[in-house]
């Protein structure tokens, strides 16, 4: 069982950046596959990014590519995005989830096996 708390999100205003980050518990965090997800109201839950246990990471959603960055501190048991050049069509629920094992391309959340509670973040405009 692994248990993940996200924290980072809040307003900004376009152009500004934030930094997520997701706690795990447990001892076995490093051998985790990671991602970052959002859903915004009304629309389905989308994936954003993912970083493999190695530290690999797949390829970024288009919509936040060159501007968002994932990485992970397995020492830490902690993921992060940084989130530079903040748009409005950035305002979701970012959510942090763990996939135990490896994956060719974990970027649907049914690959996924545990979530954060999510953390909001709004960019106005």
């Known amino acids: 069982q692994v248990q993940l708390v996200e924290s980072g999100g809040g307003l900004v205003q376009a152009g500004n950046s934030l930094r997520l980050s997701c706690v795990a518990s447990?001892?076995?965090?490093?051998?985790?596959?990671m991602g970052w997800f959002r859903q915004a109201p009304g629309k389905e839950r989308e994936f954003v990014a993912a970083i493999r246990s190695s530290g690999g990471r797949i390829p970024y959603a288009d919509s936040v590519k060159g501007r968002f960055t994932i990485s992970r501190d397995n020492a830490k048991n902690t993921m992060y995005l940084q989130m530079n050049s903040l748009k409005p069509e950035d305002t979701a629920v970012y959510y942090c989830a763990a996939a135990p094992g490896r994956y060719i391309a974990p970027i649907t959340p049914p690959v996924y096996d545990y979530w954060g509670q999510g953390t909001q973040v709004t960019v106005s405009s």
């Open positions: 447990g001892r076995t965090f490093s051998m985790y596959t």
